[in-house]
């Protein structure tokens, strides 16, 4: 019997979970959620200087082959995350493991040819249509999850009920797991919880702090590999701002990247690779914006962004926005990136009171 | 008129691409200048220069730009796209024009940018290149043309003596590592004393020709698609039966190599390997200690087999 698992990202083990469970009809195992024992066996295991996602991946794999799982899916691209898939199989092999590891990726990119391929080979009933209508309304709910958390993370900070939100995305993500959906059951739910979100009590003066959280995708969609960092900035009582998703990432990227160059000539001729191209124009469109401060966030050794943080330094200067960079590995302790914070709280507040 | 001077920074794409950048702007009646060797002074500059967490070879590369600043009139900066499907390169190279433009906005770049799956093909760049100098295009692409044929030449020749010293009855250790790293005075040349000095046969990765090692890289990696760590590894794959132990070497941190090599580690088993990390703060002391251990690791597995 096949147990299928996959490396968690955020929340969206909700959606994938549901492809999955829909198209192969096999068990899937979603590995426990990741905890400080998820990246201890995740870094004992990987090479010193690779990058962190690697290490979360792999505490995943290790975590779920433990409860049982014998298929591991992998997918990603765009920079070293596309070569992932072989060293993570091949130290898992060597670890003892009997296990299939099915990679998605081709050409540097997750190709839905092979997932199709894959799923057909495990279910014989599935066929294009109800694969398309599965993997339609996978997105749907990818685009919902990714509109919803927009309201939170702008208000989060001022809410008169103590973790109302808090309370609300939770009752939302039990929701979503529960039923089984169609599109039109979902864009209910989607209204339902957008106008729950909007009925909570909130205290929101009129000039409030914003910032924009921009950098390398997974610390930016995975919480707990960048400390909660998002949560935190905005339970201070800022307006946060993101523009990575998931929905961006599937389906906006291959188009606007050329209109993000055209933007970005003052500083930018070609493409910076992965997603270091948009950290760049993002934060320049912030500080036109007039935007209190950026806060940059990356995984410790992420070259792309690296790149990208040689060019932002010269957009705080010439725009005089304040940027802060964060880079995460599993040493990073939670009170040292509290006090970074804080410290660039009243930075921006002082600022924008003068 | 007046003679245009062409500045290469002697770091990275430098290596392998500098017979032919030197004879094709020698053809055209330009000056060409080299920086200078990398030195401890290079490194600080180097570090001053970029974010920390940079990889060294990078730092190395920014330096060596400064350095030349005020010596020219232009300076190529390359920058690498990929070589057509799944020929992929490391991201650094992706962006290293627009650092350099960046942090130098007083310089005039020459650009040359290969993107074989945009049709940035590499003829098109030399006749880019040669315009800012020259208008007539014959003369640009017979310079091209001789670049090219000079180039071939020169590794060819390296790549035959490297095949005589496989007769060698000298132990052979195979040097994994890019051309940037290994050939650079700070990173890699210390490294080759020592073990020359220790009457090593090296054999140099880099040196195996291109589509020959991109084919045995595919055996031994089948998803890779880093073009420059394909033709590395294909070198593993062509020699590993006809050398005594292999040493990685890599500048901290490299974003591939972090994947690729320690992959080879695992899947090699036939000859003693070792990896060298080389940092900014690495002392030779210690380096020299593990060198002459491997090498007796060799010394004595060569014994016990004949």
Redesign the interface.
Known sequence: MNKITFPHMGDYYIPINYLLENITKSIVIVPPPITKKTIELGSKYSPDYVCMPFKYNLGNFIEALENGANVILQAGGGCRYGYYAELQEQILKDLGYKFEFVNFIENNHVSIFNIYNYAKSLNKKLNIISFSYYALNTAIMIIIMDKLSKYPRENLGFEKEKNSFLNTKRQFQEELKMKKHTPLSLVRLFLKYKRKYKSLPINKPKNCLKIGLVGELYSIMEPNSSNNIELKLASLGIEVHRFTTLTYLLFQKKHRLKKLLKKGKKYLKYHLGADATESVVLSMELAEKHYDGIVHIKSFGCTPELNAMSILEKISTDYEIPIIYFSFDSGTSDVGIETRIEAFYDMILQKKKD | MKQITIGLPKAYLYYRYHIMWETFFKNLGCKVITSENTTKKTIELGKSL??D???LSSKIYLSHVASLQGKCDYILVP?V?DYG??E?V???F??I???I???FPNINILEY?IEKSKHHYELFNYFHLGHAIEKNIIKILLSYLKARKASKKYFKEKLKKQTQKLNSYKPKILLVSHPYNIYDNYIGEPIIKKLESMGIELIYADLLDKKTARMYAEKL??????TYSKELIGAIGYYRYSVDGIIFLTA??C??D??????MI??IDNIPVTSI?VDEQSSTTGLETRLESFIDIIKERRKNNE
Not at chain 2, 258 to 263: A, G, H, I, K
């Open positions: 970029s974010i967490e940079s990889c920058r796209y499907k799944n992929q490391c991201v650094k992706n962006a024009y627009d650092i433009k960046n942090l940018n990696s089948p998803t890779l698609y880093w901290f941190p974003g591939p972090s994947l690729v090599n320690e992959l695992r899947k990390l």
